[in-house]
C-alpha cells in the first residue's frame, strides 16, 4: 500500500538528512570560505558603510546569504553521483511519488544552511554583532525558504546535464559570482552604473540579502523585509516546479 505524498517526502527528507547528521564536519568545511570572506574582506569595505560594527551589521547578512548560496547551488551534485552508480535508478522504480524525490531533497537543505548561519553568528557576537533576536530567526526563515528553491534548482540543473558533470560544473560556477556580486553581498551596488543597478533589480538575491539586513537591524515589517519574503517564496515556488517537472520526466 503507497504511502501520502507527505510521508514519502518524509521519507526522502530522512535518508537524504542521515549522511549530515553522521558527518557534521561538512557543514564546517562548507564554512572555510565565508569565514574567509568575514575575516579577510570586511576590513576592506568602504568608509562610508560606517564603523567596524556597522560594518559587521552590513557584511554578516550577506555572507550568510552567500553561505546559502554556495551551499545549495552545488547540492546537485549529490544527485549527479547517484546517477552515476544507479542509486538514483532504484529510487526511481521504488513505489517513492516522484515529486517527493526532488521536495525531500530540497528541505533537507534547510539543516545545513540554518547550521551554518547559526555558526557564522556565534563567530560575529564576538566581533561586536548585535543582531535583533527576533530578526534572525525572522531572517532564516526567509534564509530557509529560499535555500528549498535554490537547492531544487540545482537538483533540476542536476537532471538536466545527466551524466555531463562537467555541464553541470560549468553552468553552476558562470551562474553563482554573477548572483552573488549582483546581490550586494560583498559590496554595494546603489553607487554602481545604472545598467548594474537596474540588472541587480531582478536578481531575487539582492532582495533577500536587503530584507536579511533590514531584520537584523529590527525592522520586522517593512516593505524591505517583505520584498525579501516574496522573493525566496518565489524562488521556491518556481524551483520545485522545475524540480518536479524534471523527477517527473527522468
Not at 542521515?18 to 568545511?29: A, H, K, N
Not at 538536466?160 to 560556477?173: G, I, S
Not at 541587480?200 to 536587503?210: Q, T
Request: proline share 6%; charged share 10%; net charge neutral.
Amino acid at each position: 500500500m503507497r504511502t501520502s505524498l507527505l510521508g514519502d517526502v518524509v521519507t526522502v527528507f530522512s535518508r537524504e538528512l542521515r549522511p549530515v547528521l553522521r558527518s557534521p564536519f561538512s557543514i564546517l568545511v562548507s564554512l572555510v570560505q565565508p569565514l574567509f570572506f568575514l575575516a579577510l574582506f570586511m576590513p576592506l569595505l568602504p568608509a562610508d558603510v560606517g564603523g567596524d560594527t556597522a560594518a559587521l551589521a552590513w557584511f554578516v547578512p550577506g555572507v550568510i546569504v552567500m553561505s546559502c548560496l554556495f551551499g545549495t547551488s552545488t547540492t546537485g551534485s549529490n544527485l549527479q553521483f547517484e546517477m552515476q552508480t544507479g542509486s538514483h535508478e532504484r529510487l526511481l522504480v521504488s513505489p517513492l511519488r516522484r515529486p517527493a524525490l526532488i521536495i525531500g531533497r530540497s528541505l533537507k537543505e534547510i539543516v545545513p544552511v540554518v547550521a551554518q548561519a547559526v555558526i557564522i553568528l556565534i563567530v560575529a557576537v564576538p566581533l561586536g554583532l548585535r543582531p535583533d533576536p527576533l530578526g534572525v530567526v525572522a531572517g532564516l526563515v526567509i534564509l530557509a525558504v529560499f535555500c528549498v528553491g535554490l537547492g531544487a534548482l540545482s537538483f533540476a540543473l542536476a537532471l538536466a546535464a545527466r551524466n555531463q558533470e562537467w555541464m553541470f560544473w560549468t553552468v553552476q560556477q558562470t551562474l553563482l559570482f554573477p548572483l552573488m556580486l549582483l546581490g550586494g553581498m560583498l559590496l554595494p551596488v546603489d553607487d554602481g552604473p545604472g545598467w548594474l543597478r537596474t540588472v541587480a533589480a531582478f536578481n531575487p538575491l539582492s532582495y533577500v540579502v536587503e530584507a536579511q539586513r533590514a531584520l537584523f537591524d529590527g525592522e520586522i515589517l517593512s516593505a524591505t523585509v517583505g520584498a525579501g519574503a516574496l522573493a525566496a517564496v518565489s524562488v521556491a515556488a518556481v524551483g520545485l516546479l522545475i524540480g518536479v517537472r524534471g523527477m517527473r520526466q527522468a
